[in-house]
């Protein structure tokens, strides 16, 4: 606007411009009729150009004004949540407790696109412990942190004995998948550490090839996880660039993910080592993409894993039970595979049950198929052990036709599964179930002299000893897993039975007599013998996202610490939100 004032405006010199005015008007009238309304036409033809452009500019100018304060409010917003020194506010600040944050705008969903009612954005605040039992479980995630930051910061895993670090990625597996940890504990300075590193070090583009379920139940869950407690958004521009790259994994012919792919080529494949696909796997990252498009507002992460969820639906199985391979170009299941709810089967029951939850309880599907597979369960896998009666759940080999009296410490989450379902309205003999298999999974525990699980428990069913349950040499090792703490807290919380505190604290006991050394925690090769347990060298990042997280939540005098009806949690225990559709 300010050059069309400019040519308004003339010189000062009023003389001359009379003057001037006299000879133009001369001129004017020597002209013909016809010249001078070619020049009329001429002068109105310009002017309503001019008036356009002006208008038109003027127009663009306010969007951009608009938009650019819309930037400034997203930039101040943005500011505040990433100057590390309001860490301390996010931490200790309590008059802004569950203060809701003004929608950004940008990224945020669109609900027109969704049609989904987003939960409100709260921060929210933790204390710390609060309770003798809370901290000493502090106090061991600080030893294993200590540990980690020494010697293999940015690394994967910490080799505690060795001094050393793993790669398996090469994503800093242990900082990205316990920072909701670190934040749940209320540990301030340890926060600071694990987000300085993600925001400056934690990078995508690595050329190697990752597996889809790992990386997303341990990198996008927790990302996803810490964005929701503190509503930082740099966690969430890093999520949305790995899940990105991860979305390949789904351009096979029956749109079932092949197992692998790489974050920089962005190529996926099936694992060198078979055709097929493991079937938790693929029906273990729902939970994950669903989420990141119901932030983003973008459909494109929930529409390919909801594709799965509804192709393995319509496949047929025994009773609700599904085989744990299938083949990510056919889309069928191999037919002979192993049924169980231990490795490669375990989460698909699980997030049946937690999508179901994740949706407001509107897609049926998932509720009945998770219904029909519990019926299935007891009728096909359960069996009690001689001489006291432990009931255990088995494995169908096979495609159903051998029974196998094995279960895997993994199949421990299931109580606490069982009880979330029956708190939802499930059926109640779900409770009853949940109850006996954590006392199964208790004496898994018990009768160790380590007070520590193996990985894999055989059970006595035909009587040939006096003995419930016995151990093979193979699977004596303890990898520090979480699955029976998680499910001891799902079920302390939702009945309030402090006995689940006491075996929990009890399984700690054994974590700190015969796992802890100098610089952390140790995965170990023996759980029969106290005198050796033969430390296996190796902190998985599990154990600070998962097994400590859960000890602290049991310990907890709030049972709803982490509140079962504000957040579904995956299977790496990251919480994520809970929507109504
Ligand atoms: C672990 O150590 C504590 C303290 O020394 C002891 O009371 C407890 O019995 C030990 N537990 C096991 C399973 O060894
Ligand atoms: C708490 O759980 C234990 C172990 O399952 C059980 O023996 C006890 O009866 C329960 N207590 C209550 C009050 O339900």
Not at 103 to 109: D, K, V
Not at 364 to 371: A, I, P, T
């Amino acid at each position: 606007m300010d050059h069309v004032a400019l040519d308004v405006s003339g010189t000062s010199d009023s003389i001359h411009d009379r003057k001037r005015t006299k000879s133009l008007r001369r001129l004017w009238n020597q002209l013909s009729k016809c010249q001078r309304s070619c020049i009329y036409t001429i002068v109105i033809v310009l002017t309503l150009t001019v008036f356009y452009l002006v208008s038109t500019e003027s127009e663009r100018t306010q969007i951009s004004l608009a938009e650019s304060a819309n930037e400034n409010k997203k930039e101040v917003l943005h500011n505040i949540r990433n100057d590390p020194r309001d860490v301390d506010t996010v931490f200790h600040d309590n008059d802004s407790e569950g203060q809701v944050l003004e929608e950004p705008g940008g990224l945020e969903a669109d609900s027109n696109r969704n049609q989904v009612l987003l939960p409100p954005k709260v921060v929210k605040k933790f204390a710390g412990p609060t309770t003798a039992r809370q901290e000493a479980v502090v106090k061991a995630f600080k030893h294993a942190w200590q540990g980690y930051k020494q010697f293999a910061w940015g690394h994967d895993h910490l080799k505690p004995i060795t001094e050393g670090y793993s790669d398996w990625f090469g994503l800093g597996l242990s900082i990205v998948d316990s920072i909701d940890t670190i934040y749940i504990m209320g540990l301030t300075k340890e926060y600071k550490e694990a987000r300085e590193w993600i925001e400056k070090h934690l990078h995508f583009d690595v050329n190697r090839d990752v597996n889809l379920f790992e990386v997303t139940i341990r990198v996008l869950g927790g990302l996803l996880s810490i964005y929701h407690l503190t509503q930082d958004r740099m966690f969430l521009t890093k999520a949305v660039d790995l899940a990105d790259r991860l979305l390949p994994s789904f351009e096979s012919e029956s749109g079932i993910p092949y197992s692998d792919v790489n974050l920089f080529t962005r190529k996926a494949h099936a694992p060198k080592w078979s055709p097929d696909s493991s079937t938790s796997e693929v029906t273990t990252i729902q939970l994950e993409f669903r989420d990141l498009s119901r932030i983003t507002g973008n459909p494109k992460y929930e529409n390919a894993v909801s594709k799965v969820s509804l192709h393995i639906h319509n496949l047929e199985k025994k009773d609700g039970l599904v085989p744990i391979f299938i083949n990510a170009n056919t889309g069928q299941f191999r037919s002979y595979a192993t049924i169980t709810l231990g490795a490669r089967g375990d989460s698909y029951y699980e997030y049946l049950l937690k999508q179901w939850l994740q949706t407001g309880k509107t897609i049926d599907y998932l509720r009945d198929d998770y219904v029909t597979s519990i019926m299935g369960v007891e009728k096909h896998l359960t069996k009690r052990t001689v001489p006291n009666g432990f009931l255990f759940i088995g494995e169908l080999l096979v495609g159903g036709k051998d029974f196998k009296p094995k279960m895997d410490h993994l199949t421990c989450y299931l109580p606490g599964t069982l009880a979330l379902g029956v708190h939802n309205g499930l059926p109640e003999s779900h409770m009853k179930l949940a109850e006996e298999l954590l006392t199964t999974c208790y004496q898994t525990y018990a009768q160790q002299p380590t007070f520590l699980a193996p990985e894999i428990t055989y059970f006595n069913i035909q009587g040939e000893n006096s003995n419930d349950m016995y151990v093979k040499t193979n699977d004596a090792h303890n990898l520090l897993r979480p699955e029976y703490l998680e499910s001891l807290w799902y079920v302390y919380q939702l009945t309030g039975n402090k006995t689940y505190q006491d075996w929990g604290w009890q399984i700690f006991q054994g974590f700190e007599n015969y796992t802890k050394v100098k610089n952390g925690y140790t995965s170990i090769g023996n759980v029969k013998n106290p005198l050796n347990v033969r430390p296996k060298d190796m902190m998985e990042s599990f154990f600070l996202s998962e097994t400590l997280k859960y000890l602290y939540l049991l310990f907890s005098d709030d049972p709803k610490l982490i509140d079962l009806d504000t957040y579904v949690i995956n299977s790496e225990a990251h919480p994520l939100s809970i929507y109504s559709s």
